[in-house]
């Protein structure tokens, strides 16, 4: 069945250091593949190291707010979809979208969008776009198999989710936003996520036949959330 797919694209995939040039092929490749199928995207993306870079320095010079530093990582987050959106080349919509609350339309089958306002990461304008086209699943890909019950770099106990409830996901995050925050889905997103009813799939999206199995519906290696 052709649908609507909307994927929150993490900044570590896009620059974990330096632009992944050879992920980013690959993954253009595997997302035509599917639109030729007959498949839609809306595909939002991140900021990854190069909105903390800026976060950083800003930081280092002087003592910014906290919408300060989003609104730098909102800026990052543009440059990352702009160039997502060039690559993506005559299948994609003109325009990178920012305020994906709002109903857009578009004859191209991929939507390229971006941050819109301070607040929140880019999970909750995935969240956004998926209640904008109708679509009741996010694909959020990050540079993790699973989410998990505590930080696996900092706890040897961690343990891999393979299926949760939103109720029981909260209790494992922090309740409030704050930039720079390094959660497998933000508080902001997971509340609306749980309002509107919808399924988050949390993959990594260097494994791309994984990747391919979920698009397929097919069973898949990472986290449900619903």
Request: aromatic share 8%; net charge neutral; hydrophobic share 40%.
């Amino acid at each position: 069945m052709n649908e609507t797919i909307v994927i929150s694209l993490g900044g570590s995939l896009i620059i974990p250091d330096s632009i992944d040039i050879d992920f980013l092929k690959i993954f253009r490749d595997l997302i035509i593949s599917h639109v030729k199928d007959g498949n839609k995207f809306v595909i939002i993306t991140g900021g990854g190291k190069l909105c903390r870079r800026y976060q950083d320095a800003a930081k280092e010079i002087t003592k910014p707010s906290t919408e300060d530093l989003d609104w730098i990582g909102i800026a990052s987050l543009k440059l990352n979809a702009e160039l997502l959106r060039v690559i993506f080349g005559d299948y994609a919509h003109s325009e990178v979208i920012s305020n994906l609350s709002k109903y857009f339309i578009s004859d191209k089958p991929i939507i390229i969008g971006s941050a819109y306002k301070p607040g929140a990461s880019s999970d909750v304008d995935g969240v956004w776009a998926a209640r904008t086209v109708g679509a009741k699943k996010v694909i959020n890909l990050s540079n993790i198999d699973y989410a998990y019950t505590k930080d696996p770099n900092k706890h040897a106990d961690a343990k891999k989710i393979e299926k949760i409830s939103w109720m029981e996901y909260e209790k494992l995050i922090p309740k409030e936003w704050n930039p720079g925050l390094s959660t497998p889905f933000d508080p902001v997103a997971s509340r609306l996520a749980k309002k509107e009813g919808m399924e988050v799939l949390i993959l990594n999206g260097k494994n791309i036949p994984n990747l391919e199995k979920c698009l397929n519906g097919e069973s898949f290696v990472g986290t449900h959330i619903s």
